[in-house]
């Protein structure tokens, strides 16, 4: 990887990471392929922790260089933790931490300046969140307003979150994981904004 493609990686992430400093984000997407020679890369933001998710059979010495210079430079990250997804092998370690941590990492990130949601780190391939999401989010929650809303495919149900901070009088969640609908409820009562709707 050439020196100019760190720079951009390097750079993606700190203008991304100061754009969304307090709440979780996609911080660089490189398996959309503008990118080319990062396309292997996906980075999220659920603070104070950095997770990288690596499509390739193993990172590189220059990406985890990069890396490196971003949480060397930039306190606030406690953590950057690798998840290499060579399908159909998961793995998942921490590369740099500033204090002692272990996976699975559960944690609560904040989506909005009003909502949250419990995600985990390192346990599964999904970390209960799918941040590429937010421009749905936003849809969802300026359409609510008095609506009855049905979530199909709803995992944890952050389409819902968003639909009752609009203004739904009503959400219905479906999915066929029972883990995901515990961990949905639990979403919802962290917020606490259902009230039997």
Request: with cysteine; hydrophobic share 40%; aromatic share 10%.
């Amino acid at each position: 990887m050439s020196a100019q493609t760190n720079d951009i990686l390097q750079q993606e992430l700190l203008s991304n990471l100061s754009r969304y400093q307090d709440r979780a984000a996609r911080v660089f997407h490189g398996r959309g392929k503008y990118f080319e020679a990062l396309s292997s890369l996906n980075i999220e933001w659920y603070p104070p922790y950095l997770f990288v998710q690596n499509f390739s059979e193993s990172l590189s010495d220059d990406i985890a260089a990069s890396l490196k210079k971003v949480f060397d430079n930039n306190l606030y990250i406690s953590a950057i933790i690798i998840q290499t997804r060579s399908w159909p092998e998961l793995e998942t370690s921490i590369l740099y931490q500033r204090s002692e941590c272990e996976l699975p990492i559960e944690h609560t990130a904040k989506l909005s300046d009003k909502l949250k949601s419990h995600v985990s780190l390192g346990k599964n391939r999904n970390t209960g969140v799918f941040l590429d999401m937010r421009a749905g989010w936003q849809w969802v929650e300026e359409n609510a307003q008095d609506k009855s809303v049905l979530n199909l495919f709803s995992y944890t149900s952050i389409f819902s979150l968003f639909a009752l901070e609009g203004g739904a009088k009503k959400v219905i969640n479906m999915d066929m994981s029972a883990g995901a609908l515990r961990t949905a409820q639990r979403n919802h009562n962290l917020n606490g904004i259902s009230q039997g709707k």
